[in-house]
């Protein structure tokens, strides 16, 4: 096996010496991503202001586009929607906020919170108007609740944005669509940073199954709770079996594990959802990054501060990904040369010994040279 494994190195680096650099006009990736059956195209009919920086955008299929109906989708599960913003590619996954019984009717709901320096956050909230048309995935993502797997008491734990998926579950329930019951903790800083607050006071008023408890860290407000969701937060939600589903920054997710565990509720239990991905190399460099594709390649720069998949998009390859956190595994290469950092990836070693990667998650600490595994 290692000899046929070196025979293959020994392959690919004379694959590489076989190219020679050329401009592209237009990749072998870029019409296969295009001709994906993932793809779908939506319209968005309504735009709803959250928040000072959040909006809520309603899509409806786009039938002058081929897209007749939507997917239908578990709760829990999130799109990625597929811009070019001057020229470079870009790909963000946004949980759906909908309830699955919209899907239906096709209609999709996404909500999106302004990042500092976002390219696509800011782009969707400075830019898109009601009539304009989108590009999105089929709903992927395995955040969701499982009847056999998780118990009937389910406690979700959010932070800021980290409610939409909670708020999809929440309707799910409603509808009938999903059987358990739910205790939401959702934390923001003030009452103004609140996302969905017409929903939560409805199913506070009229559900049997959901509720749904707002706590307020930087200011105290009538029929709030105030402060940080901490053990005495907790206990009133917590029966003999529970179900735990957080998602929120990673500090929430560092204190809420500390908390859970002196409910003894065990790690197995407790099920995140993740967007984020953290990693500040302490020197950052330029390398040189070289991508083969089918029949060409793409000669562009890296930065060490810069995932391999933000690099190919900026020099405008159409890389394929979904999750962006190296989950889903959509996005897997080959690294045929360099060396990397790859931060949270759920690759196991056999597929890490053949030289995959998520480029998702993978920052260069050398020159690079990557084939895109399609």
């Not at 360099?338 to 990836?345: H, N, R, T």
């Amino acid at each position: 096996m290692a000899n046929k494994i070196e025979s293959l190195r020994q392959e690919r680096k004379n694959i590489i010496k076989s190219y020679s650099a050329k401009n592209i006009e237009n990749t072998y990736i870029d019409s296969e991503v295009s001709k994906t059956k993932d793809i779908q195209h939506v319209i968005v009919s309504e735009i709803i202001d959250e928040s000072s920086d959040t909006k809520s955008f309603i899509l409806t299929s786009d039938s002058s586009k081929g897209t007749n109906e939507l997917a239908m989708f578990k709760a829990g599960q999130y799109i990625s929607v597929k811009l070019n913003i001057n020229e470079e590619y870009a790909t963000r996954a946004y949980s759906l906020a909908s309830s699955p019984a919209h899907a239906a009717k096709n209609i999709y709901r996404i909500t999106v919170k302004r990042v500092r320096n976002g390219l696509v956050s800011n782009y969707l909230l400075d830019n898109i108007k009601v009539g304009d048309s989108l590009t999105i995935s089929k709903p992927t993502g395995n955040f969701t609740y499982n009847s056999i797997r998780d118990e009937k008491n389910v406690i979700a734990i959010a932070g800021g944005s980290g409610i939409t998926p909670f708020m999809s579950l929440a309707l799910a329930i409603e509808d009938g669509l999903e059987d358990c019951d739910l205790t939401i903790f959702y934390s923001v800083r003030t009452y103004d940073d609140m996302l969905f607050k017409k929903e939560i006071e409805l199913l506070n008023k009229k559900s049997k199954r959901v509720k749904i408890h707002v706590v307020i860290t930087r200011e105290e407000k009538e029929g709030f709770i105030h402060g940080y969701i901490n053990k005495d937060v907790l206990a009133p939600a917590i029966k003999e079996f529970n179900t735990v589903f957080m998602c929120g920054p990673k500090s929430l997710y560092k204190a809420m594990n500390t908390i859970l565990s002196e409910f003894n509720i065990p790690r197995k239990s407790v099920h995140y959802e993740n967007f984020y991905i953290d990693y500040n190399p302490s020197n950052i460099e330029t390398y040189e990054l070289k991508v083969i594709l089918k029949n060409d390649f793409v000669l562009a720069t890296c930065k060490s501060n810069v995932t391999l998949l933000e690099s190919m998009e900026q020099a405008g390859i159409k890389a394929p990904s979904s999750c962006r956190v190296g989950i889903c595994g959509f996005c897997r290469s080959v690294l045929l040369e360099g060396k990397i950092k790859m931060i949270g990836s759920n690759m196991n070693k056999a597929v890490l010994d053949n030289d995959y990667i998520h480029p998702c998650v993978t920052y260069p600490e050398s020159d690079i040279v990557l084939r895109l595994d399609i």
